[in-house]
């Protein structure tokens, strides 16, 4: 294995589908480390890699990094020729990160206490970076349905890959609402020959799992 091919540490059934995805976009090869809950993921060899014990995480060369969004921005700029992500000094650099960043952050705080049945009382909103599951979605969907087509315009980009995996995981689960903005983005982005083959490899990992 050459030293300059990533590593991916994941499991097919958790959030490393989204980093996939990202991986099949670069298309670049890649090596997958298929971790086990509550086994190989807390193995102190892997715990090395993710305290956490979680997974996703991405080694390439000496670089760690874990999180979702973290792995996706990173390999959009170590991949640069890739065209993932606008230049640093595009005027859309800033639009890249507001949206990507949203939906790791509100978006998913939002989502996930919401299944959890914890409500911010209204009181109490200004304490909460989401403020409300109603004003984040809210927020999101004049996001998507501003979009031509991507969240950038024209160019697909990672922040593409983060927010629509958000919300197809969310619709397809009953955690974010079915509303025709996410539903039409979320549509075009499932054209993407990357994402059916992210969605094949993970499905033919779960398969041989049993």
Not at 71 to 96: K, M, N
Not at 112 to 126: D, Y
Not at 186 to 209: F, S
């Amino acid at each position: 294995m050459s030293m300059s091919e990533p590593v991916f540490y994941t499991h097919p059934q958790s959030r490393g589908r989204i980093v996939r995805w990202m991986l099949e976009e670069v298309g670049v090869p890649y090596q997958t480390v298929l971790l086990e809950y509550g086994g190989t993921m807390k193995a102190p060899e892997y715990l090395k890699v993710n305290p956490m014990g979680k997974v996703p995480a991405l080694r390439h060369g000496e670089v760690v990094v874990t999180e979702v969004a973290a792995i996706c921005a990173y390999l959009a700029d170590a991949f640069a020729s890739r065209r993932l992500a606008p230049p640093c000094d595009s005027p859309l650099r800033g639009s890249y990160y507001r949206w990507m960043f949203f939906a790791a952050g509100p978006i998913e705080a939002a989502v996930s206490n919401r299944a959890l049945g914890f409500v911010v009382p209204p009181e109490r909103k200004g304490m909460i970076g989401y403020g409300s599951y109603e004003e984040a979605l809210a927020a999101l969907e004049g996001a998507v349905g501003a979009r031509a087509p991507y969240l950038l315009g024209q160019d697909f980009s990672a922040a593409d890959v983060v927010v629509g995996s958000h919300l197809a995981f969310g619709m397809r689960f009953g955690t974010i609402d079915r509303r025709p903005a996410f539903e039409d983005y979320c549509a075009l982005l499932d054209q993407r020959p990357a994402r059916r083959r992210a969605i094949e490899l993970d499905d033919a990992a779960m398969a041989a799992r049993g």
